[in-house]
């Protein structure tokens, strides 16, 4: 059964900054890994895909990265701004009789002006 | 412009009063599910469906169900809706393994 987990729970940092949120899966069967932002109360906004045959993604300001051998995946947001304060989850699918799309539980960035 | 749509996004009712909520993708999709996410627990599938009739429980359907007549439409039924039915639900679209989209979420409150 698939795990995916995302540390820290919440991070703030001053804007101008760079940053990586993290997400780590226990199966490393997975088929692709995808990063959503979440405004509170909000629907899911999908960022970026990453396929299990790519090890990276780009995005404007945003670069996502996969390794399959160490359960691993990064978000990277160059050049923070307060309209990037937002809930990030990572969900990732993998195989068995769903294919259903497994989250973590989120964090939470404050970028303060 | 490609989307998931629901309705209704917001819904306070009563306990037992049976409820559906719609959802709807003009994407053409084969591939729909519901998700429903509370504090703490994170966003948990309730029911999927991989195509046209062919539908399934996913990790908490208890006191759900859904149908899927066509490829576009995938309602949500709470049949005796209780308290802990309470949530923010989101229904999903995807094609293969490809990018999955969710629709604006319905903020359910069941008194």
């Known amino acids: 059964k698939q795990e995916v987990t995302q540390i820290p729970a919440a991070l703030s940092v001053p804007e101008g900054e760079n940053l990586v949120l993290n997400c780590s899966f226990t199966?490393?069967?997975?088929?692709?890994l995808q990063w959503f932002r979440q405004d509170p109360g909000k629907g899911l906004t999908s960022l970026l895909l990453?396929?299990?045959?790519?090890r990276e993604q780009t995005s404007g300001r945003l670069n996502a990265s996969l390794d399959k051998s160490s359960g691993r995946s990064t978000l990277y947001i160059a050049a923070s701004q307060p309209g990037d304060s937002a809930t990030y989850l990572c969900?990732?699918?993998?195989?068995?009789?769903?294919?259903?799309?497994?989250f973590g539980k989120g964090t939470l960035l404050t970028v303060n002006p | 412009e490609a989307q998931v749509t629901q309705n209704p996004r917001y819904l306070i009712t009563v306990t037992g009063k049976k409820l559906t909520v719609t959802c709807s993708q003009n994407?053409?999709?084969?591939?729909m599910s519901w998700y429903r996410q509370d504090p703490g627990l994170g966003l948990r599938q309730i029911y999927y469906?991989?195509?046209?009739?062919?539908?399934d429980k996913g990790d908490v359907p208890e006191g759900y169900k859904v149908s899927r007549k066509e490829k576009r439409n995938f309602p949500l039924i709470l049949e005796s809706p209780s308290p802990n039915q309470t949530s923010l639900y989101f229904c999903?679209?995807?094609?293969?393994?490809?990018?999955?989209?969710f629709g604006p979420g319905t903020r359910l409150t069941v008194l």
């Open positions: 999903a679209s995807r094609v293969g393994l490809s990018e999955q989209f």
């Open positions: 199966d490393s069967a997975i088929y692709n």
């Open positions: 990453i396929q299990s045959s790519q």
């Open positions: 969900a990732g699918v993998s195989g068995g009789s769903n294919y259903k799309l497994t």
């Open positions: 994407m053409n999709h084969e591939y």
């Open positions: 469906s991989m195509n046209v009739e062919v539908t």
